[in-house]
């Protein structure tokens, strides 16, 4: 079955270490979008990427880096200029052009991501 | 700029009671509108979309939403609540043309409890 595979589910982390969260997608999606949520805060855009070796800031894309080498791989690289990376990240992907169907997301099942 | 509202942060409803939960939105042209459904620990599952006409949209697990222009809002409903929707709702709202925008804005979700 297609979907989204991320990876890993819950990681801890040092103050001071870079992480990297993993994202694989199988549905032959062009774009790709990284989201981080917080109690009470919904869904905020870190990065996406539309095309390969092409992507574009989101609303908080600072302390965060990406990379697009692969349709199929968007990993996450949050760093130690993250100030308050604890949280849970959601990976999505949708489908290639312009029309109705390139707004529909499907996530991943996410990664919970804490800092000591 | 867009902007989605849900002003409910919980409700609690009693099982086989109705629900509707609320949206507004704020965008500058005919925008497309999403419910989106999270289990606790879990990625975001598409519960429905509105994109054009008929502006009663059936979803999956029994839900409805209606998109009402005049007071920029797309609630969500369903007749009779189960236990099994307990969970955190979204809505979101992006743009339907242009390719450097295909991204959502979401609201800060309402926690569904459902009690016996």
Redesign the interface.
């Known amino acids: 079955d297609g979907g ?1 595979t ?1 990876s890993p589910k819950y990681l801890f982390r040092k103050e001071g270490q870079n992480v990297t969260l993993s994202c694989e997608q199988n549905l032959n999606h062009d ?1 790709m ?1 990284w ?1 981080r949520q917080d109690p ?6 870190i990065y ?1 990427s ?1 095309i390969v070796n092409d992507f ?1 800031k ?1 609303d908080i894309a600072e302390g965060y880096s990406v990379s697009r080498e692969k349709k199929e791989s968007f990993p996450l690289t949050v760093t130690s200029a993250q100030k308050n990376p604890t949280a849970f990240y ?1 990976c ?1 992907s ?1 489908a290639p052009g ?1 029309g ?1 169907g ?9 990664s ?1 991501l804490t800092v000591l | 700029a867009q902007s989605v509202t849900q002003p409910d942060i919980h409700i609690t409803v009693s099982e086989g009671a109705s629900l509707e939960l609320r949206c507004n939105y704020s965008y500058g042209a005919t925008p497309y509108l999403f419910w989106y459904v999270q289990s606790p620990g879990q990625g975001l599952q598409l519960l429905l979309k509105y994109f054009s006409g008929d502006t009663l949209v059936q979803g999956i697990k029994g839900f409805e939403a209606e998109f009402k222009r005049s007071q920029s809002s797309f609630n969500l409903r369903k007749p009779s609540v189960h236990w099994s929707d307990a969970a955190e709702y979204f809505c979101a709202v992006g743009a339907g043309y242009g390719g450097a925008t295909n991204k959502l804005i979401f609201g800060t979700g309402t926690l569904l409890a459902v009690q016996p």
């Not at chain 1, 009470?40 to 855009?45: E, H, P, T, V």
């Not at chain 1, 390139?102 to 996410?110: H, W």
């Open positions: 989204i991320q774009a979008y989201y009470g805060q919904g869904l905020r855009l996406y539309q574009q989101g959601l999505a949708s312009t109705s390139a707004n529909v997301l499907t996530f991943g099942a996410g919970r």
